[in-house]
C-alpha cells in the first residue's frame, strides 16, 4: 500500500491520569494542505508535538515522510517548520538577529538574502531592528512564520497560526500560505477552530472529537456524507404564501428574501426553472455548505 506522507494509526495519549487522544487515525498525502479541526482540548496541539517527535504516544504508530516521531524527531524536526502558540522567539533580541539565531541552527545558505525576503514579506522589514519583546501579537506572529520558513521546509505544522492577527493580516498570511504550497508544494497541517478562515485553502480536514478522528475527507467527500438537505436562498420578486411551493418547504425572510429547503444539489435548478417561469430571480446561495455549517452538523451526527 502506497504510504501517506503523514501516517497516524491508533494514536493513543494520556498525560499523567487524562486521555487526551484515544483512537487518532488519519494521513495527509504530500502537497496537501490538511485541517486539523476540533473544539477547545481536543488534543491539537497535542497531536501536533507528537508527529514532531517532542512527546511520545502511549499507543499507535505514525510516520512522516517515513520517519518515525517517536525514534527520529531530529530529522522530522530538520524538515518542518512550526508555528505554536509558544512561538519560540527570543524577546530579547530584534527581529532580525532572531532570524540569524535560527539560520544558523538550520545552516541556511544565502542566510541574509533569506531573511531579507521573509521580513519584506511579512511586512516586517521596518520593524527588524526592534526587541521583539516589544512587538504586537500580530508582529509576534508573523515573525514566529517567517522562523518557521527560514529553512524552506517541506511541512509546516502551524497551530492556529491567525491568532492574534487583524483581518489584514489573516487574509495575508492566508494568501502566503497557499501561493506557499502552489509554488513550493510544501505540504501544511494546520490546526485551527476559525473555521472559516481555512475554508479556502484546506485541500482536506480532519475533524477530532473527545481524542478520536469523527470525519475525514474533502469538502465535498464530507459534504456528499452529511448533508441531507439545502438551504437555498433566493432573492426574488416571487409572491407566494403558506410554506409550501410545489414540494419544496420554504420560510420567508423579508418581502424579497426566502429560504427554501431541497433535498438535493440537482432540484436546485429544478427550484429556480418554477421560479422563474413565474418571477424575476435577483440572487440564489446555498446557506449550509460552508465549512463551519458541515463541522457543526458532523458533530451533531457524532454526539
Ligand atoms: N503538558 C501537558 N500536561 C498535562 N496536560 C496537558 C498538557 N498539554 C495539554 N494538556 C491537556 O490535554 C488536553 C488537550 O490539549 P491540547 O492543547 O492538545 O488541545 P487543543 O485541541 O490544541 O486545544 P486548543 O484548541 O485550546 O488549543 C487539554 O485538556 C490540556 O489541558
Request: glycine share 8%.
Amino acid at each position: 500500500m502506497r504510504e501517506a506522507f503523514i501516517e497516524v494509526n491508533g494514536i493513543r495519549k494520556s498525560y499523567n491520569e487524562q486521555l487526551v487522544l484515544e483512537n487518532m487515525n488519519f494521513t495527509v498525502d504530500k502537497g496537501e494542505i490538511a485541517g486539523l479541526l476540533g473544539p477547545n482540548g481536543s488534543g491539537k496541539t497535542t497531536m501536533i508535538r507528537l508527529l514532531n517527535g517532542v512527546i511520545l504516544p502511549d499507543e499507535g504508530k505514525m510516520a512522516v515522510d517515513g520517519f518515525n516521531p517517536v525514534k527520529d524527531g531530529n530529522p522530522i524536526r530538520s524538515m518542518s517548520g512550526i508555528v505554536t502558540e509558544g512561538a519560540g522567539l527570543y524577546h530579547e533580541m530584534n527581529a532580525l538577529d532572531n532570524l540569524r539565531f535560527f539560520a544558523q541552527i538550520y545552516s541556511v545558505d544565502q542566510a541574509e538574502k533569506r531573511i531579507g525576503q521573509l521580513l519584506e514579506q511579512f511586512e516586517l522589514t521596518a520593524h527588524k531592528d526592534r526587541l521583539v519583546g516589544t512587538y504586537s501579537t500580530g508582529m509576534k506572529k508573523r515573525l514566529a512564520l517567517a522562523k518557521a520558513l527560514i529553512h524552506d521546509p517541506s511541512l509546516l505544522f502551524l497551530d492556529e497560526p491567525t491568532n492574534g492577527l487583524d483581518p489584514e493580516g489573516i487574509k495575508s498570511v492566508m494568501y502566503y500560505l497557499k501561493e506557499l504550497n502552489k509554488q513550493e508544494g510544501t505540504t501544511i497541517l494546520i490546526c485551527s477552530h476559525v473555521l472559516h478562515q481555512i475554508e479556502d485553502i484546506c485541500n482536506k480536514y480532519i475533524f477530532m472529537d473527545s481524542g478520536r478522528v469523527i470525519v475525514e475527507g474533502t469538502h465535498e467527500e464530507i459534504e456528499k456524507q452529511y448533508l441531507k438537505d439545502f438551504q437555498l436562498k433566493v432573492e426574488t420578486d416571487l409572491h407566494i404564501i403558506g410554506d409550501i411551493y410545489y414540494s419544496y418547504p420554504f420560510i420567508r425572510l423579508n418581502e424579497k428574501t426566502l429560504i427554501f429547503t431541497v433535498p438535493s444539489k440537482e432540484a436546485v435548478s429544478n427550484l429556480l426553472k418554477l421560479i422563474l417561469n413565474e418571477s424575476s430571480v435577483y440572487s440564489a446561495e446555498i446557506l449550509n455548505r460552508d465549512l463551519e455549517s458541515l463541522y457543526f452538523q458532523v458533530r451533531r451526527e457524532n454526539k
